[in-house]
């Protein structure tokens, strides 16, 4: 069964540095996302991404996040100048409709020091 | 924005009782998705209902919809440690693709 893949599993940054996290969705999917979850507390909705532009976001998505499909494949989020509370293990979704059931990879553990 | 509650947040479960896990909002959903979190994991879509007073089946886990379209409902008989996870139900709001998760029901099981 096709997956969505991210990488890498876990990524330790010292605070104020700037980070790439990088995720391939599932390759006929349209509509990419990206949650965060911090330790112990439910899923949180960052971003939304359609034909190559951003269809929705949340508060906690402000100017210190980015996202980009640089290439057919990969669906980057960059987070500029991280801080304390940005360690969070982020997942990447993607569905092929939408409305439709969105399918999440494995994360990226992110560690701020 | 939309918001949607769940109770209980822990659920402790003797291996073979039953359990109910439920989800309530203020709002009238347009559908409500199920997903799964193994502890370690991410979270896997289980099933969405969209009609009023809708019942879905997956062997042991019996999914409802409210008739009202307010609230929902996952009941798991016969627990397993395989049911071992935290259960989120999440909402998307119609002509979105965001979805809003509840704050999940962690389920712990014990043989």
């Known amino acids: 069964e096709p997956e969505v893949t991210q990488t890498p599993s876990h990524q330790v940054t010292q605070m104020g540095q700037e980070v790439i996290l990088r995720c391939v969705p599932i390759s006929n999917h349209l509509y990419f996302y990206w949650y965060r979850q911090i330790l112990g507390q439910k899923v949180e909705f960052l971003v939304s991404?359609?034909?190559?532009?951003?269809?929705?976001k949340s508060e906690i998505f402000d100017d210190q996040f980015s996202v980009e499909r640089p290439d057919g494949s990969n669906f980057t989020l960059k987070i500029r100048s991280t801080k304390l509370e940005d360690s969070a293990m982020y997942f990447c979704a993607s569905s092929e409709i939408q409305g439709q059931p969105q399918h999440f990879g494995d994360g990226t553990r992110l560690s701020i020091l | 924005g939309q918001q949607v509650m769940q109770i209980p947040q822990y659920q402790h479960v003797q291996e073979g009782e039953d359990f109910t896990t439920y989800c309530n909002s203020s709002t009238t959903l347009s559908n409500i998705q199920w997903y799964k979190q193994r502890p370690g994991g991410h979270p896997v879509f289980l099933i969405q209902?969209?009609?009023?007073?809708e019942v879905k089946k997956q062997k042991r886990l019996t999914f409802q919809f409210g008739e009202a379209k307010k609230n929902s409902s996952l009941h798991i008989t016969a627990t397993q440690t395989t049911d071992v996870g935290t259960y989120f139900c999440a909402v998307i709001k119609a002509a979105g693709n965001k979805l809003t998760f509840g704050g999940g029901t962690r389920v712990l099981v014990k043989p």
């Open positions: 991404f359609y034909n190559n532009e951003i269809s929705e």
């Open positions: 209902l969209v009609k009023s007073g």
